[in-house]
C-alpha cells in the first residue's frame, strides 16, 4: 500500500511496485492532466511539480512519490495560477491543448521558484516540454504576461 499527497489530497494506492506514477493519477485516481506521450521523459507531457519542482510523472514509481507534496494542472491554485490561466485565456495559447496541463504545470514551478525570471531561465523552465503545434511564443508570451500581472499586483 503506498500513500500519496496529490493536490492537496491523501490517496491510499494499491499498486506494483514499479508502477509509473502518471499511470496511478490517469487509471486509479481519474487525474487526467499530465498526458502520456513518450513514457520516456523527453516530451514533457506527463510534468508535474513535486515539492515544487518539476518531475515526468512517466518516470517515477509510487512508491518514490510517497511523503511528497505533488501538484497537477488540476491543482494549481492562488495568485500564480491565476495569473497563468488569465494570461492563458487572453493570449489564446492553446491549439490542440494536449502539452497545455504541462506547460502550464512547467510555468508555475517556474513563477513560484523565480517571480522574476530572465528569458535563459524561462527557456530552461520550459525546455522539457514539447509543443506539437509549435505554440511556444504564446507560451512565452503568456509567462511575461502572467509576471506583469503578479508584478502589478504586489506594487
Not at 137 to 154: K, M, Y
Amino acid at each position: 500500500m503506498s500513500t500519496l499527497k496529490i493536490n492537496g489530497e491523501v490517496y491510499e494506492l494499491e499498486v506494483p511496485p514499479g508502477m509509473p506514477l502518471l499511470w496511478a493519477m490517469r487509471e486509479q485516481l481519474d487525474i487526467t492532466g499530465p498526458k502520456y506521450g513518450c513514457g520516456h521523459g523527453v516530451c514533457g507531457g506527463c510534468i508535474v511539480s513535486v515539492n515544487g519542482l518539476q518531475e515526468h510523472s512517466c518516470k517515477v514509481t509510487v512508491p518514490e512519490m510517497e511523503g511528497k507534496e505533488i501538484l497537477t494542472v488540476e491543482g494549481l491554485t492562488g495568485p500564480v495560477a491565476d495569473a497563468l490561466f488569465g494570461a492563458w485565456t487572453q493570449i489564446d495559447v492553446s491549439q490542440c491543448g494536449f502539452c497545455q496541463p504541462a506547460q502550464l504545470t512547467s510555468a508555475y514551478v517556474l513563477l513560484s521558484n523565480i517571480p522574476n525570471p530572465t528569458d535563459a531561465q524561462i527557456d530552461e523552465a520550459m525546455l522539457h516540454n514539447l509543443c506539437r503545434c509549435g505554440t511556444y511564443a504564446r507560451i512565452r508570451a503568456a509567462i511575461t504576461q502572467a509576471i506583469g500581472t503578479l508584478n502589478a499586483a504586489t506594487s
